[in-house]
T-cell receptor, first 117, second 115 residues
């Protein structure tokens, strides 16, 4: 089956650091990738949708300059949390799907637990 | 905008028994997808079952089945013969067939299986 690899699985860093999270589709071309944020005991909240080669579309309330998303190839999207602060600590999950016609499932990465000290 | 509501924050069931998780949604679209996802403590998102809105027949996957009531905008999940491995957070989700096709998740239901 289709595999999405997300790296790193866990990161702990100091306040003010910028952190990059990678999301890779290993065996399919991911035309569209999604980035979610999940606080403890809460649901997944969509942060942004990115299509390969174009700018990401951010959901209302998500700071574009804070959460930089790049989707430069059909197999890789990155989320960079710039100048991270403790309130950015959360679980971040990516998902990806192809752009083929008809139903195409979203394949999820295993998530990244970000802790800002 | 579409919304998904899960009114049961927690549910519990005895092993081998049957449990039903509730989900309602709001949309003005006539065609869409509905999903149930399972998130165990590992936090991996696992697709349990999918329903296309244009299909009247309820989807089933082994011990998992849904009761899809389109007019009522209701989409419940029934788990039969519950097993300890079914313990997890369960999320109901909506997805349009047009546009970005992003998933909209409900708040989740934490399911506990009692041995």
């Amino acid at each position: 089956g289709a595999v999405v690899s997300q790296h790193p699985s866990r990161v702990i860093c100091k306040s003010g650091t910028s952190v990059k999270i990678e999301c890779r589709s290993l065996d399919f071309q991911a035309t569209t990738m999604f980035w979610y944020r999940q606080f403890p005991k809460q649901s997944l909240m969509l942060m942004a949708t990115s299509n390969e080669g174009s700018k990401a579309t951010y959901e209302q309330g998500v700071e574009k300059d804070k959460f930089l998303i790049n989707h430069a190839s059909l197999t890789l999207s990155t989320l960079t949390v710039t100048s991270a602060h403790p309130e950015d600590s959360s679980f971040y999950i990516c998902s990806a799907r192809t752009g083929e016609v008809g139903y195409q499932p979203q394949h999820f990465g295993d998530g990244t637990r970000l802790s800002i000290l | 905008a579409q919304t998904v509501t899960q009114s049961q924050p927690e549910m519990s069931v005895q092993e081998a028994e049957t449990v039903t998780l509730s989900c309602t949604y709001d949309t003005s679209e006539s065609d869409y997808y509905l999903f149930w996802y399972k998130q165990p403590p590992s936090r991996q998102m696992i697709l349990v079952i999918r329903q296309e809105a244009y299909k009247q027949q309820n989807a089933t996957e082994n011990r998992f089945s849904v009761n899809f009531q389109k007019a009522a905008k209701s989409f419940s999940l029934k788990i039969s013969d519950s097993q300890l491995g079914d313990a997890a957070m369960y999320f109901c989700a909506y997805r349009s067939v047009q546009g970005a096709q992003k998933l909209v998740f409900g708040q989740g239901t934490r399911l506990t299986i009692n041995p």
